[in-house]
């Protein structure tokens, strides 16, 4: 079964294109949403405005979003190729971070767990759908995502 929409990080873009690459592919016509950290957010403010825009970077949590200033030819496939972009805050990717290791016991850095934190932002708009979320990137310090594990944080799916 086809998911009807996947989440995908950006960070400089690439894994995007490559998301963009096998949907073409393989001739599904999933919904592609690409995620920004909110702490970061030239690629959606570069997609809004549909040039490079440069934007400062301040996010703690997902460094492998961190991108100050987007790559013209990335933005060039995910303008074309996105449904849209949006932006997760760190405490968002606290959170997926926390559920995707007690629920399937796997450690992603906050980047990785990107996808999920915007699924779980939009759950109400996904009833009945069938999404798709990427898990990727277990290059998270030890002490950082045991601090993360010990933070109480709301049930949020």
């Known amino acids: 079964m086809q998911p009807d929409v ?3 990080p950006i960070g400089m873009g690439s ?3 490559a998301a963009a690459a096998a949907r073409a592919h393989t001739g599904v016509r999933t919904k592609l949403i690409g995620v920004v950290s909110a702490h970061a957010t030239a ?3 570069s997609f809004k405005a ?3 825009i440069e934007s400062p970077v301040s996010t703690v949590i997902a460094d492998g979003m961190a991108c ?3 790559d013209q030819a990335a933005l060039d ?3 074309t190729e996105a449904h849209d972009v949006i932006a997760v805050t760190d405490d968002e990717v606290k959170a997926a971070m926390r559920l995707l290791f007690t ?3 796997n450690v992603a850095e906050g980047a990785g ?3 999920l934190a915007a699924a779980m932002q939009q759950k109400d708009q996904l009833q009945s759908k069938v999404i798709g979320t990427t898990l990727c990137g277990g290059n998270v310090d030890a002490e950082v995502f045991a601090k993360i594990l010990r933070t109480p944080g709301p049930c949020i799916f």
């Open 77 to 79: 496939v995910i303008c």
């Open 43 to 45: 690629y959606l403010d």
């Open 68 to 70: 100050r200033v987007p």
């Open 50 to 52: 549909r040039k490079v």
């Open 103 to 105: 629920a399937t016991h």
């Open 6 to 8: 996947t989440y995908v």
């Open 113 to 115: 767990a990107a996808s």
């Open 15 to 17: 894994g995007f294109c």
